[in-house]
């Protein structure tokens, strides 16, 4: 099982001819951030043990990620990965979920595939889904065979 971390403030760029971009920054703010869907590319190229040879060219961009898990975790600051699993689970334990001092939901997404350029997740948009928690903290965590 393959399994990569992506982490950031969820920000937005402009279209170039492919929609918005999703960037995941450290400081919310675009420099030598790849976008989303580069990094994704790069995953499924993992998966496919790089047989994947397609142009990174976003429109040209036409890549399968089969029977994968996306858990995503968003907090209203910058956090690890294991005080947003604890945020969580403190939360499906006690109902609490404003006891700590930043607030963190939660989406997962089980054994479908994913259509990279469209950044679909199954019948999910993972564009409209990460634009929903704008300027939030996320920790998008896919795993695939």
């Known amino acids: 099982m393959n399994k990569a971390v992506f982490e950031g403030y969820i ?21 030598d951030e790849d ?9 499924a190229k993992k998966c496919q043990n790089g047989r994947a040879t397609l142009s990174k060219v976003y429109k040209n961009l036409n890549i399968m990620i089969n029977k994968c898990n996306v858990r995503m975790y ?49 019948p999910h948009d993972i564009t409209e889904i990460l634009k929903s928690h704008l300027n939030k903290y996320v920790h998008f965590v896919i795993e695939a065979e």
């Open 74 to 122: 968003y907090s209203d600051s910058k956090c690890t990965l294991e005080e947003a699993e604890g945020r969580f689970i403190e939360h499906m334990y006690y109902g609490n979920l404003h006891s700590v001092s930043s607030s963190t939901y939660y989406s997962e997404f089980t054994l479908l595939s994913m259509d990279v350029k469209k950044m679909q997740l199954g």
């Open 11 to 31: 920000t937005l760029s402009g279209d170039f001819g492919c929609g918005t971009l999703i960037y995941l920054t450290q400081e919310n703010e675009i420099e």
């Open 35 to 43: 976008p989303l869907i580069e990094q994704l590319y790069d995953f």
